[in-house]
């Protein structure tokens, strides 16, 4: 007995020898940013480009010297397998080896979620508090119902995006019947109510075909929803759809040859183009984002073409990353640490000029950053071109920043 | 609708097939050694992977012939080298052991592959609609499809009813010990049954890997539905398996097809619920939004009402 005791010790200090020699040896004092997203299953494609973006990020501002006089970022990454459960113990995992900043933007589900964990974890610790990112959940409750302090989001949300491009769909007399298929979940759902009132409102001639929500990130053949969207004669479909089930969505469109046009959120992410193009549909897809590849401005354009070469010809997407970093390391600086609170307090209401030379502001109320978008179509004749099918998105309207301000019920508590 | 019914049926069929070449081998594994064979679908997903993996080498081809071949020796190995040993302890380990199986594979793709789905892309040859019916294209790819599966059922069918070899596989479904005493040698069928089962699962993977999405999740999102269509059809009727299977196509398809919920049926008849209801969901979304439970709840009524399944002969 007491032997095998001893055997097990030593086999167990040998094991935890082992590992000391596997840990990777890591600079003790970077400042840790823990990017938690999907990199497996249906939204892996997207994760993983997101996780390009940051690094990519990451790695320039620690070219450029770092912050707070020579201190390095370090991204760190966890797979959520899109799954709320799942975050909340990545996000433990990140907070216990010493992140300080969680950036997550894939599934308002799943910020929904982080953003209480990362609440509660802020007042039961006091003495380590974090700050979550937000670049891409757009669910509205994030910044009104379900918001707090430490909570900060970069992407317009679904209800101002919808506003926008509901505007532009009034200018567009060709629409008469108008088909909404989405995710079923809180995102989904949010826009599916929000395409139909605000319609609804501004246009009342157009007649809704067909209101569809599907299983998130689980169908592999949308050729079924196509028949039926085909059968219902609409000649617009509006979704919300991202990753895997855009693309396989755009996808059943291309083989089905089903011509309608299309009004997005996200056509522009990873495989979406390519469908686009092998359909035909020229200038027939629209996109509402803050940036695309041939919005003007120097310092984007040479980050997209470096980003492009470094990553085989993967374009650069989100520019809310490119301001979330930039007003981080901004934060930072101005508040002399990477407290939480500190940071957090700098954040909030800063008015920043971004790449683009457009100024964004960060609202107090709410923590929503408010930004110029822009409506983009996808089809040929523009100077940069996406996934290498020749065409490219070209801008079709520009909302200005000013006019996407939208009212905010959040009320939050702020440490004294 | 007529146009959304042909394509309904088109696109149901097509799935319909696929779950067949899957559900075959499975069910004659299944009614032979009495074993679900939770690793199945992974055999699928290697399938996908293999081919994917020899379309970029040598082409698309060459990787439909081997990617199954490759997938059936590794059945056969499987069933030879670990199936055989565990055998000895039982149902419930040879149950635990596939269930780990599958587990194994889909980490060992992942080390292999990665997580993100991979571009497996329809061969060009085959990269063209094959029919226009009121300006809806049908893509040859899943006509090729259609076919190859439905080729692949007859030549089953052919096989099992009308050769030796067929003859003696389904004397051992029923009486391994009589067969044996007549002097063939039962475990090797059982070999090539499962090494062959493992080949059909292949094969299907090769031939969908390009249409649906070639990733780790593959297996398990198939999985489940492989076994609705066994139990449904019937344990090691091959037809059971057949109808089963296009019954379980047909009917997601369709679903997906249609926007009644029970709202709109009780509605006409005078009853309905108090608008914010716990139920309020459930009665009214659609059968769109149902579909993918259907088929569980078909599986529930068929194991309650007619345990055999369809055409079974056993109870499961």
């Known amino acids: ?416 | 609708m007529l146009e959304l019914v042909v394509f309904s049926t088109l696109n149901g069929l097509q799935y319909g097939v696929l779950l067949f070449l899957l559900a075959s081998g499975l069910t004659l594994i299944f009614s032979m050694m009495g074993v679900l064979n939770f690793a199945h679908a992974s055999f699928y997903m290697l399938g996908a992977y293999l081919g994917y993996q020899i379309t970029r080498t040598i082409g698309y081809w060459p990787g439909l012939l081997i990617a199954p071949l490759a997938v059936g020796l590794l059945g056969a190995g499987v069933e030879r080298f670990c199936l055989r040993l565990v055998h000895r302890h039982g149902h419930v380990a040879e149950l635990l052991f596939t269930f780990g199986l599958a587990f194994v594979i889909e980490e060992v793709v992942v080390v292999l592959w990665g997580r993100v789905p991979l571009d497996y892309r329809v061969p060009a040859l085959l990269d063209f609609p094959a029919f226009t019916l009121w300006d809806t294209t049908y893509p040859a790819y899943k006509l090729f499809m259609l076919v190859i599966s439905v080729a692949i059922f007859v030549a089953l069918l052919l096989l099992l009813t009308r050769t030796r070899v067929g003859l003696i596989i389904q004397a051992s479904l029923t009486h391994p010990n009589m067969v044996a005493m007549l002097g063939h040698n039962v475990p090797r069928i059982f070999m090539m049954v499962f090494g062959a089962g493992a080949a059909l699962a292949g094969l299907a993977g090769a031939i969908a890997g390009p249409a649906l999405v070639t990733q780790p999740s593959m297996a398990a999102l198939l999985g489940p539905i492989l076994f609705v269509v066994v139990v449904f059809g019937g344990l090691g009727s091959l037809a059971g398996a057949f109808i089963a299977s296009l019954i379980i196509g047909l009917v997601q398809t369709f679903a997906i097809a249609v926007n009644v919920s029970l709202n709109d049926v009780f509605l006409p008849l005078g009853i309905s619920l108090p608008a914010p209801a716990v139920l309020g969901d459930l009665w009214n979304a659609t059968l769109a939004q149902l579909g993918p439970v259907i088929p569980y709840l078909l599986l529930v009524l068929m194991l309650v009402f007619r345990p055999t399944g369809l055409m079974g002969t056993r109870e499961t």
């Open chain 1, 1 to 416: 007995m007491i032997r095998m005791i001893a055997r097990r010790t030593v086999f167990g200090v040998a094991l935890a020898g082992l590992t000391a020699l596997a840990m990777p040896v890591r600079a003790q004092d970077t400042i840790k940013i823990a990017y938690i997203d999907p990199l497996s299953g249906g939204g892996a494609t997207v994760g993983e480009h997101g996780v390009h973006h940051f690094q990519f990020l990451v790695d320039k501002v620690n070219a450029a010297g770092g912050v707070l006089g020579g201190k390095k970022l370090e991204l760190i990454t966890y797979d959520n397998k899109s799954s709320p459960q799942e975050t909340l113990l990545q996000a433990q995992k990140a907070i216990d080896s010493g992140a300080k900043f969680i950036t997550q933007g894939n599934g308002s589900n799943v910020a929904l979620a982080l953003t209480d964990f990362v609440a509660k974890h802020n007042e039961r610790n006091p003495d380590k508090q974090v700050l979550f990112l937000n670049y891409a959940a757009v669910d509205p409750a994030l910044t009104n119902a379900k918001c707090n302090y430490w909570h900060f989001r970069w992407d317009a949300d679904a209800d101002i995006k919808m506003q926008a491009l509901t505007s532009f769909m009034k200018t567009r007399p060709e629409i008469k019947k108008v088909y909404v298929i989405g995710q079923d979940y809180s995102f989904g759902q949010a826009v599916r109510v929000s395409a139909r009132s605000m319609l609804k409102e501004k246009r009342p001639d157009i007649e809704f075909v067909g209101d569809e929500l599907h299983p998130v990130l689980k169908v592999t053949d949308f050729s079924p929803y196509i028949a039926k969207i085909k059968a219902s004669g609409a000649d617009s479909v509006i979704t919300g759809n991202w990753a895997q089930d855009l693309a396989l969505l755009l996808k059943a469109a291309a083989d089905a040859g089903l011509q309608a046009n299309w009004y997005t959120y996200y056509a522009g992410g990873a495989g979406g183009p390519t469908s686009v193009r092998q359909t035909g549909l020229e200038h027939r897809v629209f996109q509402i984002s803050e940036w695309h590849s041939n919005v003007e401005g120097a310092e984007m354009q040479n980050l997209n073409a470096d980003f492009r070469k470094k990553y085989s010809g993967s374009g650069w997407w989100y520019l809310r990353a490119k301001n979330e970093m930039d007003m981080l390391v901004k934060a930072i600086e101005q508040a002399k640490s990477v407290d939480a609170a500190k940071v957090a307090a700098a954040l909030e209401d800063m008015r920043f000029k971004d790449a683009i030379g457009a100024e964004v502001w960060m609202r107090k109320d709410d923590h929503q950053l408010f930004q110029d978008l822009y409506i983009s179509s996808f089809g040929p004749g523009v100077a940069v071109d996406e996934e290498g099918t020749g065409w490219g998105w070209k801008t079709v309207a520009k909302v200005d920043a000013k006019d996407t301000i939208t009212k905010t019920v959040c009320k939050m508590d702020r440490p004294s």
